[in-house]
C-alpha cells in the first residue's frame, strides 16, 4: 500500500556541481526537494521507488546499486541508487524490460538517485522505474497499481517536469496552453487529487513536452483506494518549464 510519495522536478541543474552556481533560481527548489525526500524516510517505507521519465532504450526497472553518470553534462559526478538489493527483494514489473544492473540510470532516475544521497534516514531496500513518457494512463495507473501492492508500506519519489512551453524562450517556446496545463498539474498534485492526475491528456501533455505526466500518474495508480492528503511544497517555471514539489501523505 502507498503510504507516502515525493513528487520532484528531475532537472540535472538541480545537482549544484552541473549548475557550477549558475542557477540560483533553482535554490528554492532544491530547499523543497531536501524537505519533501526527507519525509519519506519518515513515513517508514518497507520499498521505495524511484520513478520517472525516460527516453526510448532506457525503460524498466533499475536495481539498487545501479549508477548514473552527469558527464553528459560536463561533470565528472556519479550516484548509486541505494546500496544493494536485498536478499528475495521483490523487484517492480513494468511489464517490459527486466532489470539490468549494468545499465546506466537514465537522467531522471539519477537525479533522484542524487536526492536520495542527500536525505537522512533514507534505508528503506530502493528500485527505480523508467517510464515511458507516451504510455497511456492506464498502463501508468496499472503500473501503479502493481508497485503499491509489492509492499505493506511503499514509498514513491516520482521524478518529473511540467511542460516545457511556457515562454518564448523554453525549449518548446511559448505556447498559451501550458499555463493551463502546469495550473491543473500543480492543483492535483498539491491536493492528491488522483482522478485528476489520470485526466491529463497524453497529447497534450507531449505537444507541451510535459515530460512528468506519465511518472504522475503512475503515482495516482498507486494512490488508488488509498486516502492521502497532499501538500504543493513548491511551484515555478524557470527557464519556461514547470516545476513542481509536492508531499503526499
Do not use: N
Not at 120 to 148: H, N, S
Not at 217 to 229: C, E, H, N, P, S
Amino acid at each position: 500500500m502507498l503510504v507516502a510519495a515525493a513528487v520532484c522536478p528531475c532537472p540535472p541543474l538541480l545537482v549544484p556541481e552541473v549548475a557550477t552556481g549558475a542557477a540560483p533560481e533553482l535554490d528554492a527548489a532544491r530547499v523543497a526537494c531536501t524537505d519533501v525526500v526527507g519525509l519519506l524516510a519518515a513515513a517508514r517505507p518497507d520499498r521505495l521507488y524511484v520513478v520517472g521519465p525516460a527516453d526510448e532504450g532506457a525503460h524498466g526497472v533499475f536495481p539498487a546499486g545501479s549508477t548514473g553518470s552527469f558527464a553528459g553534462f560536463g561533470v565528472d559526478l556519479s550516484v548509486r541508487l541505494g546500496d544493494s538489493v536485498p536478499p528475495g527483494g521483490a523487484s517492480a514489473d513494468d511489464g517490459g524490460d527486466r532489470p539490468a544492473a549494468d545499465r546506466p540510470l537514465p537522467a531522471s532516475l539519477a537525479v533522484g538517485a542524487w536526492l536520495l544521497g542527500r536525505a537522512a534516514g533514507a534505508d528503506a531496500p530502493i528500485e527505480g522505474l523508467a517510464v515511458d513518457p507516451t504510455a497511456t494512463p492506464d498502463v501508468c495507473a496499472g503500473i501503479g497499481r502493481g508497485l503499491a501492492d509489492s509492499a505493506e508500506r511503499v514509498a514513491l519519489l516520482v521524478m518529473g517536469d511540467g511542460s516545457a512551453c511556457r515562454t518564448v524562450k523554453a525549449p518548446g517556446y511559448l505556447d498559451e496552453r501550458a499555463a493551463g496545463f502546469d495550473a491543473e498539474a500543480a492543483r492535483a498534485l498539491g491536493t492528491a487529487d488522483a482522478a485528476a492526475l489520470l485526466a491529463l491528456e497524453p497529447e497534450l501533455a507531449y505537444e507541451l513536452k510535459a515530460a512528468g505526466r506519465a511518472p504522475w500518474q503512475v503515482l495516482a495508480g498507486a494512490a488508488d483506494d488509498v486516502d492521502l492528503d497532499g501538500r504543493l511544497l513548491f511551484e515555478d517555471a524557470p527557464y519556461g518549464v514547470g516545476y513542481f514539489v509536492a508531499a503526499w501523505s
